[in-house]
């Protein structure tokens, strides 16, 4: 029997503690002859990666021992922090950085030498080749001074990694040849992000002696204007990368003296360099090329033939990553707006393929009808009436209705990033809201990903405000088609989607409530206190500091809180080193010492995101206890008595 209840107050399975209940959040796939591996950040285990092995009998394992984590601190994001070669597997380890080796049946045996500081040497984009492990390590100097990237090889028995290339701010995806001649990885420099500007080199390696050997690098590729991303070498030995110098990630191959696009798609293959370990095409052994790409905010897979042409294969996903060949078939990381993202094995076919679903999925125990399914939808926004984009989730719940004209809540999403993109794929996090009669939008702003370079490059100089004027329109977007109600829209975002919520609230009255997650307040604070790979960021989103310090205050939220009315609540990790907790403490003082209703809830031992379950639980029901009151409505379940200050 369906119940009439109004909209944000519809009781719901969908609850925090089904969210964070045996989750597990795979990724990075490898293929190990007849095993397959991936990795699981369990936030019921304290936010462990744990490294699973399949193995040919179809059983699952956990490879890692209790006590350790592959997790890296490479530019703080991390990915590629672990490899698996011949049965043995290579990590970096999260609480203490060092590179380990775990061979079947035995203890971990770290491989590098115990760093002068702690966590001092850091190492991510793990590959083997022969007696070497191949990988970027960020080191720290006792002095304090900025780190040093370089790409190095440790001897799989363990030793003094050996330096192969040094000099750029930033290396990234070094990889050798098939006949292990040629050393290939992509590198940039200050002020550049990798996607700005990259270059892609190519050097002549001998890994026949102790000590690997790297000739000089030629520039095969890339530049400051172009960037390139995800290069891989074919079984053929023919050196493939993304490059955008088209306007779109395209797949592109090193021919002879030049280069060769391979793609002709308004479409991203490739996707930002936020974090090591990311792939997105492969070579079958048919010779054939295997490829996901975006558009409209959709992920979808292709096949590339040697004739050069493409075609789409029919298959349920919606959002695709961290693809890996095996044989005429592929393992992904893939996932559907109505299934969680799963480690799949695909025999890929002519038009089609076969799915066998490999990670353990998890027990909902829900049906599909309580599932939101996202709309894609554009709308006009800013003075000059460009084109924004997002996905739009409407409230869903079989067993409740609205009263006659209700209009539901909206919660606006601003992913983090902020060059970074909605994920196109169940979230039980935003389940969480729909199934309660909120509506969501997920909004691909301006500088979002997968639209293209051009798109990407409208934030240039002008975050603060494309994103907050397309996030405004979206909301009003849906208020105005009579999907929304305009008295109860509220912003919700983490990080630089915090700063987004922040800078909205400050300059524009379309929200009634807000919710910053270990948001920006101060730009020149995060200008002059942040770790070295977004350390010159804001020179291309803002402008560069200090010549352009008068910019940095006038757009941060800090300096405009008197702009501020609608109330708040602020969630902080404290032990957060890309968004400081000062940074959280400064907006919340000003915020209360105005009189406006204010929350704050910081987490001890949290960095930049949350998680572990209990603080991942804690933040959901906290925002919606808190949307629950501002906006007098009772929600269902059994809430935190968040503390409102000003209220």
Known sequence: MVATARYGTWASPITSELITRAAAVVGEPRVDGDEIWWQELRPEAAGQIQVVCRRSDGTTVDVLPEGFSARTRVHEYGGGAWTVDGGRLFFANWSDQRMYRLDPEEAPVALTPEPVVAMGDRFADLSVVGAHVL????????????????VVAVPVEGGEPVVLVSGPDFVAGARVSPD??????????????????????????????????????????????????????????????????????????????????MTDLQAEIGTPHWVFGQRRYDFLASGQVVFAAQS??????????????????????????????????????????????????????????????????????LDTSWFSIAQPISFASGAEERTAHALFYPPTNPDHSPPEAELPPLVVKIHGGPTSAARPQLSLGIQYWTSRGFGVVDVNYGGSTGYGRPYRE??????????????????????????????????????????????????????????????????????????????????????????????????????????????????????????????????????????????????????????????????????????????????????????????
């Open 458 to 647: 409208l934030l240039d100089r002008r975050w603060g405000i494309v994103d907050v004027e397309d996030c405004v329109a979206a909301a009003r977007f849906l208020a105005d088609t009579g999907r929304a109600d305009p008295d109860r829209l509220c912003i919700t975002g983490g990080s630089a989607g915090g700063f987004t919520v922040l800078a909205a609230l400050c300059s524009s009255d379309a929200f009634g409530a807000g919710a910053s997650h270990y948001g920006v307040a101060d730009l020149e604070a995060l200008a002059t206190d942040t770790h070295k790979f977004e350390s010159r960021y804001l020179d291309r989103l803002i402008g560069p500091y200090p010549a352009e310090r008068a910019v940095y205050l006038e757009r941060s939220p800090i300096h405009h809180v008197d702009s501020l009315s609608s109330p708040l609540i602020v969630f902080q990790g404290l032990e957060d080193e890309i968004v400081p907790p000062n940074q959280a403490e400064m907006i919340v003082h000003a915020v209360r010492s105005k009189g406006v209703p204010v929350a704050y809830v910081p987490f001890e031992g949290e960095q930049h995101g949350f998680r572990k379950a209990e603080n991942i639980r804690a933040a959901l029901d906290g925002e919606l206890a808190f949307y629950g009151r501002v906006f007098g409505l009772v929600p269902a379940g059994d809430l935190p008595d968040v503390a409102i200050d000003n209220l």
């Open 135 to 150: 990988s970027v390590r960020e080191h720290h100097p006792v002095d304090g001074s900025e780190a040093t990237n370089q």
């Open 296 to 365: 409209d905010g959709i992920d979808s897979l292709y096949l590339l033939a040697a004739d050069g042409s493409t075609r789409r294969l029919d298959l349920p996903f919606t959002g695709i990553n961290s693809l890996v060949a095996d044989g005429d078939a592929i393992v992904a990381m893939a996932a559907s707006f109505v299934t969680e993202p799963a480690i799949v094995r695909i025999v890929v076919g002519a038009d089609r393929g076969d799915v066998e679903t490999l990670s353990r999925p998890r027990e909902l125990g």
């Open 180 to 261: 292990q001649t040629q050393l290939s990885y992509f590198s940039w420099n200050h002020p550049n992000m990798p996607w700005d500007g990259t270059e892609l080199y190519v050097a002549a390696i001998d890994l026949s002696a102790d000590h690997p050997e790297v000739g000089t690098p030629r520039r095969v590729a890339g530049g400051l204007d172009t960037a390139i991303t995800q290069a891989f070498w074919s079984p053929a030995g023919s050196l493939h990368y993304c490059s955008d110098e088209d306007g779109w990630w395209n797949l592109y191959v090193v021919d002879g003296d030049g280069t060769r696009r």
